[in-house]
């Protein structure tokens, strides 16, 4: 009668070893620790456009530059052509439109 209980026991402690580390979580996480040291940490360099560049680069996706290149509008008007692109899909930050309107407005001016 022993050796069946001593089994039955020594199974429901196995079965707890195995399930109780699932069941709990860490009081506090512990923080990430960083893989290298900050002084080789790569930097993140932000890529800056010019007005030329972002026209090549984010307008010929969807048409060609000829279309561009002979239209002649102010700077509000290239404002708001561009605002028109952007509703449609472009993607540019405030920063890069900006950019590309004072090209766009200086290249081909009204």
């Known amino acids: 009668m022993k050796r069946p209980r001593f089994i039955l026991i020594t199974l429901c402690v196995f079965v707890l070893m195995l399930l109780l580390p699932a069941c709990t979580s860490p009081a506090t996480p512990s923080p990430a620790q960083p893989t290298e040291p900050a002084a080789l940490a790569p930097t993140v360099v ?7 560049q972002l026209l090549e680069q984010r307008c010929i996706e969807c048409h060609d530059l000829q279309r561009t290149e002979s239209a002649k509008k102010s700077a509000e008007g290239w404002g708001k052509t561009v605002q028109r692109m952007m ?4 993607i540019l930050t405030a920063d890069e439109k900006s950019t590309l309107v004072e090209y766009l407005a200086k290249a081909y001016p009204q």
């Open 87 to 90: 509703d449609k899909g472009a």
């Open 46 to 52: 932000p890529v800056t456009l010019d007005g030329k």
